[in-house]
């Protein structure tokens, strides 16, 4: 139990010294001093409530008495007052020079514990101060450092955003240049197509105009050429379309890296500006122990650059993929006009020297015409054929049909049951092969068909074989694209 209005100690302080014993209140004195505390702080061991009787009864067991203070021990015996044990008059314990030492040890004492409070008070304010000054420098420290942070974001932010904008510039050049590709590209298909329309035309005549001639060397060399130019223009096409993949991914990773880069300065400007007396501050225990980093300032300045060094090797690759597609339109529009005009100049030459031969055409036209009746009249023998074995196929069937109903051991299978079910297995066959040759002999109906038609077509070529060279083809190839055309610009 606490002592009423004791001081409590301070760490600070030195400890106190506390007498060896302690100078108990006589029942014999005034009123005054009874039920009173002793104005000495107890011991542990001794924070008691106070027992009279103890006091005199260890008074009683020591008639002795022992100094007051430490400033007491060297008294004499003699200066001791004597025990007396019949006492008749108001007797006291200490004399007036003990009372007048007490006095001193508390004032002393009192001193004491003033000077270790006030030089606490002291220490405390000035630790007080400092450690105020030290949480001042060192947000101060952090508040710099978070500013400098946010001026690095900032700059690596607007490195990101011009490089984002020269990208996307190269970008929108290269697909405008592929489009110009695929324009040019597509014009090569109506030239490439006449010529092969051309050799078709050409492919129909028969006899003596079935000569390798130099107008369909030419035309094969400008298909040959014209496939040439789109397969250059395909794969420059194809590394177009790869270098535009390479330039979004590019533009992609700088966007990502923009919008990182932009929530971290959102977060670390809004750290920046965030003071004592800022809104939405608060105790989150721990955090300074959970490390989420996964980079230094060297290896986010190094991804940054490497984004952007990136993105400037691409841009690089997309310029110079720009200008081999530019040197490419011009030199295959120039080889198919050369070309062009020596397939010209070569059907010019060819149709003075074309000639009529149709006889040998109508001889297999007739002989075509024969086969197709002769086949016609063997499909229509066919179907018959199956149409006959319909009958038997019936009778068969329903006589197992009829046999099903035999009652109980009736079911037998006998002979005459057996040979029904190998009847109908047979005539299965039967229709089965036939309906196999009339397939055949329908597609072979259907070759001579359009063997028939061929000829018929071949024969009308060959009787206008001056018509084809002369109106269809030279017709056809008075149209070509122009060389603006040809490099993609409409």
Not at 466 to 487: A, H, N
Request: proline fraction near 4%; aromatic fraction near 6%; include cysteine.
């Amino acid at each position: 139990m606490e002592l009423v209005g004791s001081p409590l100690t301070a760490t600070y302080a030195h400890p106190r010294s506390t007498p060896t014993k302690f100078l108990p209140a006589i029942s014999t004195m005034a009123s005054s001093y009874k039920n009173r505390f002793p104005y000495y702080l107890l011991p542990q061991s001794f924070s008691l409530p106070w027992m009279p009787s103890a006091y005199y009864k260890a008074a009683a067991m020591n008639p002795t008495l022992a100094p007051f203070s430490k400033s007491s021990q060297g008294l004499t015996p003699s200066k001791m007052l004597p025990f007396v044990s019949n006492r008749t008059n108001l007797f006291t314990w200490y004399t007036p020079d003990d009372w007048y030492r007490s006095n001193l040890t508390n004032y002393k004492e009192s001193e004491a514990s003033r000077h270790n409070a006030e030089r606490l008070r002291v220490d405390t304010s000035r630790m007080i101060q400092d450690k105020y000054q030290q949480t001042k420098k060192t947000q101060l420290e952090s508040t710099r450092n978070l500013g400098e942070r946010v001026n690095d974001i900032e700059f690596w932010r607007s490195e990101l955003c011009r490089e984002l904008d020269e990208m996307m510039g190269e970008t929108n050049a290269l697909t405008d240049m592929k489009k110009r590709l695929e324009r040019a590209l597509a014009e090569t298909e109506a030239p490439l197509q006449v010529a092969q329309e051309c050799l078709l035309h050409r492919e129909k005549r028969m006899g003596i105009d079935l000569v390798h001639d130099n107008v369909e060397k030419q035309l094969f060399t400008e298909v040959d050429v014209i496939r040439s130019c789109q397969e250059r223009m395909q794969q420059c096409l194809d590394k177009a379309k790869a270098q535009l993949a390479s330039n979004r991914v590019a533009q992609h990773e700088l966007e990502r890296d923009l919008v990182n880069k932009q929530a971290a300065h959102r977060i670390d400007d809004k750290c920046h500006h965030l003071r004592n007396t800022s809104d939405g501050i608060s105790y989150y225990r721990g955090v300074e122990r959970v490390d989420a980093t996964i980079s230094v300032p060297e290896s986010w300045a190094r991804f940054t650059d490497d984004n952007i060094l990136c993105s400037q090797s691409e841009r690089v690759a997309s310029a110079k993929l720009r200008d081999n597609i530019e040197n490419l339109l011009v030199a295959t529009a120039n080889e198919m006009w050369r070309q062009f005009n020596g397939v010209n100049v070569a059907f010019t030459n060819r149709i003075a020297e074309t000639a009529d031969a149709k006889s040998k055409i109508q001889t297999h036209l007739a002989k075509t015409l024969q086969e197709i009746f002769q086949i016609e009249m063997n499909i229509e023998a066919i179907r018959k054929a199956i149409r006959d074995k319909g009958p038997p196929l019936k009778v068969a069937q329903t006589r197992l049909d009829e046999r099903t109903r035999r009652p109980n051991v009736e079911l037998c299978r006998d002979t005459a049951q057996l040979r029904l079910v190998n009847e109908v297995h047979e005539i299965d066959e039967m229709i089965q092969s036939l309906q196999q040759r009339l397939r055949d002999a329908e597609d072979t109906l259907q070759m001579l068909v359009r063997a028939k038609s061929v000829l018929e077509h071949d024969l009308a070529v060959k009787a206008n074989s001056l018509f084809i060279d002369q109106e269809k083809c030279m017709g056809m190839r008075k149209t070509f694209p122009s060389t603006v055309r040809l490099v993609g610009y409409v």
